[in-house]
């Protein structure tokens, strides 16, 4: 059975690819803040990045891979790797020539697929560079420039949780207070697991020791 060939589509021009980016422009956009990265429950091996209205309820989850989501966490946890991670190189050959990214839009989104744009300027010169979203936050990180969408994006995908699905202080259970020299025993290994975690280039068990020591107020 032969299968069907789709036609070879002309180049876009210089033209086209102004208009688009005109559109992506004129569009109203959200600002929006990282809330969690979790392990996604629908995908193998993926994770929920759940990203929030600065101003607002809703939240906008996106499944990204574990490569991604373990480069968000490690520069949010201001960890340092032994060799620059891909992103990190983004970052490094933007900063040799003088550019930065300025903001990154989740613009669009088609059969579940987000689709972003980074903003690159050197100051005197902006262009937008299309990018999938995951990418696109993992370098807003890194630049701290803003995280932002498109309203059509945020009206077709996002959620906002009532006000029941959160748990009130009064269920949760009340955690066992350790004394402070047990703590400060416990921190001290903490950071020496995280020290070897990096030191071998394990960022995932890095990112949840970082997470245990904060807590613990390390």
């Known amino acids: 059975m032969l299968s069907r060939c ?21 569009m109203a956009h959200i600002d929006l803040e990282i809330l969690d990265i979790a392990l ?18 809703r939240k906008l989850p996106i499944v990204i891979g574990g490569a991604e989501a373990q480069s968000i966490a490690i520069e949010m ?9 891909t992103h990190d190189l983004f970052q490094n050959t933007l900063s040799v020539f003088g550019m930065e990214v300025t903001e990154v839009v989740i613009h669009k989104m088609s059969e579940g697929i987000f ?21 696109a936050v993992a370098i807003a990180v890194r630049f701290g420039c803003p995280i932002r969408c ?21 269920e949760s259970s009340p955690e066992t207070p350790q004394t402070e020299k047990e703590e400060a025993s416990s921190v ?17 068990r890095a990112s949840e020791l970082k997470k245990q020591i904060d807590a613990l107020g390390g």
């Open 40 to 57: 996604s429950g629908s995908s193998s091996g993926a994770y929920a990045l759940v990203l929030g209205e600065v101003k607002g309820k």
């Open 188 to 204: 001290e290994d903490l950071k020496r697991q995280l020290s070897e975690a990096i030191a071998t280039e394990n960022y995932e």
């Open 150 to 170: 498109s309203t059509q994006v945020m009206d077709a995908a996002g959620v906002e949780l009532d006000a029941t699905d959160q748990e009130s202080p009064e």
């Open 115 to 135: 689709y972003a744009q980074l903003v690159v300027s050197d100051g005197i010169r902006e262009e937008r560079i299309d990018s999938r979203s995951s990418d």
């Open 6 to 26: 789709c036609p070879s589509s002309p180049k876009p021009s210089r033209i086209s690819t102004e208009f688009r980016h005109a559109n992506v422009q004129t």
């Open 77 to 85: 946890e201001s960890m340092r790797p032994s060799r620059p991670l």
